[in-house]
């Protein structure tokens, strides 16, 4: 199954990508987890790693070369979900064309629907442990003792609100992308990490 997540920040695309990465048996691919493990190698040219600390997107050619790459490998047979990309019309297109030429297609693109106000609450308090990538929330679930925590710099409440109003300015035509395709589903994001899954594993009919 070839799945994407759309979704703002904080909307609950990377800890439900893990959950669901398992129950459908397809790896998790995140083009922000794969810039940011660039950046800690110290391969991420300066420029770009100043568009993402301000919370602006990194190019397309960019992105889209780093997934052409991730998707032809041998983990991605049974299908995969992408978290975090596309995030724009040509990052799609490219999408659509990748597969295409290997007579593949995406199955279903989960959007995740969250109020803005909610969303600040849940970025500026999430934090991640830097050993194992679990995602924690300091009010909502909060980390074991001993968890060694990293805020994302870019999780800063200034900086959110900027990423937020680049979500709405991208969602503003993937969203219609996909609707046209008929593969968009709508998934309230609101509530526990559980009944998120379930609404998700019944969009996807995997329930
Ligand atoms: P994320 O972890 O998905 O929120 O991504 C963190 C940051 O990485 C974003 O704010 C962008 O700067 C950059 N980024 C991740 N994915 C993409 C993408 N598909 N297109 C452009 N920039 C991206």
Same mark, same amino acid.
């Given at each position: 199954?070839?799945?994407v997540?759309?979704?703002?920040?904080?909307a609950?695309?990377?800890?439900?990508?893990k959950v669901?990465c398992?129950?459908?048996?397809?790896?998790?691919?995140?083009t922000g987890?794969m810039l940011? /493990?660039a950046?800690s190698?110290?391969k991420?040219? /300066?420029?770009?790693? *100043?568009?993402?600390?301000?919370g602006?997107l990194v190019?397309?050619?960019?992105?889209?070369g780093?997934?052409?790459?991730?998707?032809?490998?041998?983990?991605?047979?049974?299908?995969f979900l992408?978290?975090g990309f596309?995030?724009?019309?040509p990052q799609?297109?490219a999408? #659509?064309?990748? =597969?295409?030429?290997?007579?593949l297609?995406? #199955?279903?693109?989960?959007?995740?629907?969250?109020?803005?106000?909610? =969303?600040?609450e849940r970025?500026?308090?999430?934090?991640t442990?830097k050993?194992?990538g679990q995602?924690?929330?300091l009010?909502?679930?909060?980390p074991?003792?001993?968890a060694d925590?990293?805020?994302? /710099? &870019? &999780?800063?409440?200034e900086v959110?609100?900027?990423?937020l109003?680049t $979500?709405?300015?991208?969602t503003a035509? =993937?969203?219609?992308? $996909?609707?046209?395709?008929?593969i968009?589903?709508?998934?309230d994001g609101?509530g526990?990490v559980?009944?998120?899954?379930t609404r998700?594993l019944s969009a996807?009919g *995997?329930?």
């Amino acid at each position: 199954m070839r799945v994407v997540f759309v979704g703002p920040p904080g909307a609950g695309k990377g800890t439900q990508a893990k959950v669901i990465c398992v129950r459908l048996g397809v790896p998790q691919i995140s083009t922000g987890d794969m810039l940011r /493990a660039a950046k800690s190698a110290g391969k991420l040219p /300066a420029d770009l790693v *100043a568009k993402m600390a301000a919370g602006a997107l990194v190019p397309d050619g960019l992105v889209i070369g780093l997934i052409d790459e991730r998707v032809r490998a041998t983990d991605c047979t049974p299908g995969f979900l992408l978290d975090g990309f596309p995030r724009t019309s040509p990052q799609a297109e490219a999408l #659509d064309q990748m =597969l295409a030429k290997r007579g593949l297609k995406l #199955d279903c693109v989960l959007a995740l629907e969250v109020p803005k106000e909610l =969303l600040i609450e849940r970025t500026v308090l999430r934090r991640t442990d830097k050993r194992t990538g679990q995602i924690y929330h300091l009010k909502y679930s909060p980390p074991p003792p001993g968890a060694d925590l990293e805020h994302r /710099a &870019d &999780d800063r409440e200034e900086v959110v609100r900027k990423r937020l109003d680049t $979500y709405e300015g991208m969602t503003a035509e =993937l969203l219609p992308y $996909y609707e046209g395709h008929g593969i968009l589903r709508r998934i309230d994001g609101v509530g526990s990490v559980d009944e998120v899954t379930t609404r998700i594993l019944s969009a996807l009919g *995997a329930k």
